[in-house]
């Protein structure tokens, strides 16, 4: 079972930048396509993006489609979120997450999680 460890959450102004990254233990990261999920306060955990194991290919909510980037470095067994023009509605705990299958959506699809990192958008 891989562990899962997010960074570089913290409090950006409306219409900022982030790039959080995920950090895997374990060789088996490269099996696995990554996702990235968030929770705000009171909503359920909604998926943001995942890519493929060889970072050929990528998708997204709807929400992120256009401002935020995953990619991932197999070599440094990380992967990462790129988060341009942030708004206040993307305030939330930001989780990595693994799964098996390239197109899963749901969270209960991803197997291991990280602790999540805080993102909170001022406006």
């Known amino acids: 079972q891989v562990q899962l460890v997010e960074s570089g959450g913290g409090l950006v102004q409306t219409g900022g930048s982030l790039r959080l990254s995920c950090a895997a233990s374990g060789r088996t990261f490269g099996t696995y396509v990554m996702g990235w999920f968030r929770q705000a306060p009171g909503k359920e955990r909604e998926f943001v993006a995942a890519i493929s194991r060889a970072a050929g290919s990528t998708y997204y909510s709807d929400s992120a489609k256009g401002r935020f980037t995953i990619s991932r470095d197999n070599t440094k067994r990380t992967v990462y979120l790129q988060m341009n023009s942030l708004k206040p509605e993307d305030t939330a705990v930001y989780y990595c997450?693994?799964?098996?299958?390239?197109?899963?959506?749901?969270?209960?699809?991803?197997?291991?999680w990280g602790q999540g990192t805080q993102v909170t958008v001022s406006s």
């Open positions: 997450a693994t799964t098996t299958y390239y197109g899963n959506t749901r969270s209960a699809d991803f197997a291991s």
